[in-house]
C-alpha cells in the first residue's frame, strides 16, 4: 500500500468512523503483528482513540500478545479472571444475566491510581440484533468549553472512587469481597494525554464520586453540567459489532457505554487491559 499525505499508512487502510472519533482498519490480520505494523496501528491508535478490527479469527493467546505490544496487562480489581490468565476479564452476558457490563459512560477503573491506558475486547458471541457500543471523545468534550471554563476546571481536582461501584457487583459470578478494599484516587478534572498532549475531560459518572475542595451542591452541579456537555451525540460514535470484532479503546481520551437491548441474548468475549500511568495536568 502506496505512502500518501492522504494514507501514511503502508500496512493498512484507514476508514474514520466520524469526525471526531473513531477508526476501522482495513485489510489487515492481527494474528502476528510485526514491529513496522506495530508502530502503524499505535500511530492510528493515537490519531483516532478507539480502532476497530473486523472478523479477527485470533485465539486469546494472541489477543494477550498483540495488548502485551501496548505495554503490561492490568488485573481488573474486582471483576473474575480466568484461572490460567489473571489478566483476562471474560465480558459475558446471557438470559441469567441481572446486569449488563459498562451500562453507564465510564472510562474503565479510573478509580485506580494508575489506571488502565487502553483496552481491547474481543467479541466471539454477539446477539442477533443490538449489543453496541458508545465511545465518546474527551479531547472534543475538552476543546468544546469555552476558554473561560477550561480555565476554571483546569486546577481541580476530582474523586474517583471503586467502592461505590464494586461492592458486591461481580457476587453472581461468585467474587466474595468481604475482604476486599477498593482503589480510590484522586485524578485532575483535565488530563494530559502522556502521548500526544492533548488535553481531555477526565471525569465520568460511574468513578468520580465528587470534586475536591467544593462543596457537595456545587461539585454535583459540575458534575451534572459535564457529564451533559461530555454526552452530545457529536463528540460519540456507536460500534455495531460481528462475531470476531475488536474494538481497542484508549482510557486516556475516550469514554464508553455498551448498550443493553438484547436480553435475553448472549454476548460473550474477552477483554484485556494494559497498565496505563498516573493523571496529570500539564498547561499547554
Ligand atoms: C466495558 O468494557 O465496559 C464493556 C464494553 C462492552 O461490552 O462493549
Not at 243 to 257: E, G, P, T, Y
Amino acid at each position: 500500500m502506496p505512502k500518501t499525505n492522504d494514507n501514511p499508512f503502508t500496512r493498512f487502510r484507514v476508514v474514520k468512523s466520524t469526525p471526531r472519533i473513531g477508526a476501522e482498519i482495513l485489510d489487515i490480520d492481527l494474528s502476528h503483528v510485526d514491529d513496522a505494523l506495530f508502530s502503524e496501528l499505535h500511530q492510528a491508535f493515537l490519531e483516532n482513540q478507539v480502532l476497530f478490527f473486523r472478523d479477527q479469527k485470533i485465539t486469546r493467546e494472541q489477543q494477550r500478545a498483540l495488548a502485551s505490544r501496548f505495554g503490561n496487562l492490568h488485573v481488573h480489581p474486582a471483576a473474575p479472571h480466568l484461572e490460567e490468565d489473571q489478566a483476562a476479564f471474560i465480558i459475558h452476558t446471557h438470559k441469567e444475566s441481572k446486569i449488563n457490563n459498562g451500562g453507564v459512560w465510564h472510562t474503565d477503573v479510573s478509580c485506580d491510581r494508575e489506571p488502565p491506558m487502553a483496552t481491547m475486547l474481543h467479541l466471539h458471541v454477539v446477539p442477533p440484533l443490538g449489543g453496541d457500543t458508545l465511545f465518546n471523545s474527551m479531547y472534543a468534550a475538552y476543546e468544546d468549553l469555552s476558554d473561560r471554563m477550561q480555565k476554571f476546571l483546569s486546577g481541580l481536582v476530582a474523586v474517583h472512587d471503586g467502592e461505590q461501584v464494586y461492592r458486591g457487583r461481580y457476587s453472581d459470578r461468585g467474587v466474595d469481597d468481604s475482604d476486599t478494599e477498593y482503589p480510590k484516587s484522586e485524578h485532575p478534572i483535565i488530563r494530559t494525554h502522556p502521548e500526544t498532549g492533548r488535553q481531555s475531560l477526565y471525569v465520568n459518572r460511574i468513578f468520580t464520586s465528587h470534586i475536591k475542595g467544593m462543596k457537595p451542591a456545587e461539585s454535583r452541579a459540575l458534575l451534572a453540567f459535564l457529564y451533559d456537555h461530555a454526552e452530545q451525540p457529536a463528540f460519540q460514535m456507536r460500534f455495531k459489532w460481528s462475531q470476531n470484532d475488536i474494538a481497542f479503546w484508549d482510557n486516556r481520551c475516550v469514554q464508553h457505554l455498551a448498550v443493553w437491548d438484547y436480553w435475553p441474548h448472549e454476548r460473550k468475549g474477552i477483554r484485556y487491559t494494559i497498565k496505563g500511568d498516573q493523571p496529570f495536568h500539564r498547561e499547554a
